[in-house]
């Protein structure tokens, strides 16, 4: 139910963007989230976006990312500029209901956990070398 797409190599300093397909979605108010992985460490989320406008950015992407979807339950974009070595990573989108507790969340500034989700991508990898 989920795609991404728009992985590959950049140098740094470059910009990627990133897009997440939605389909059969069927919730009245969804919760995307952008999340990242390197082998060994735990699943990062990047940037969240739910379908009533709220934004919440991770504090090492803040400035440099930026989520954005005309229609939350269609595509997600997730534009990155000014790239460095530790953004290489498996960028996965994830999506589940708008829940009253994700929304606090979001309203909190905080990203929720990659364990709320229920749907996901297959994943696109990102690296960025010189």
């Known amino acids: 139910q989920l795609m991404e797409s728009g992985g590959g190599l950049v140098q740094p300093g470059e910009s990627l963007t990133l897009s997440c397909r939605l389909s059969?979605?069927?919730?009245?108010?969804?919760?995307v989230t952008w999340f990242r992985q390197v082998p060994g460490k735990e699943r990062e989320g990047v940037a969240a976006?739910?379908?009533?406008?709220?934004?919440v950015y991770a504090n090492s992407v803040k400035g440099r990312f930026t989520i954005s979807a005309a229609n939350v339950k269609d595509t997600v974009y997730l534009l990155m500029t000014n790239m460095s070595l530790e953004d290489t990573a498996m960028y996965y989108c994830a999506a589940d209901r708008l829940t009253i507790g994700r929304d606090r969340r979001l309203g909190q500034g905080t990203i929720p956990p990659a364990s709320d989700f229920e749907f996901w991508g297959q994943g696109t990898q990102v690296s960025v070398s010189s």
């Open positions: 976006i739910g379908t009533n406008g709220r934004i």
């Open positions: 059969k979605v069927t919730y009245a108010s969804v919760c």
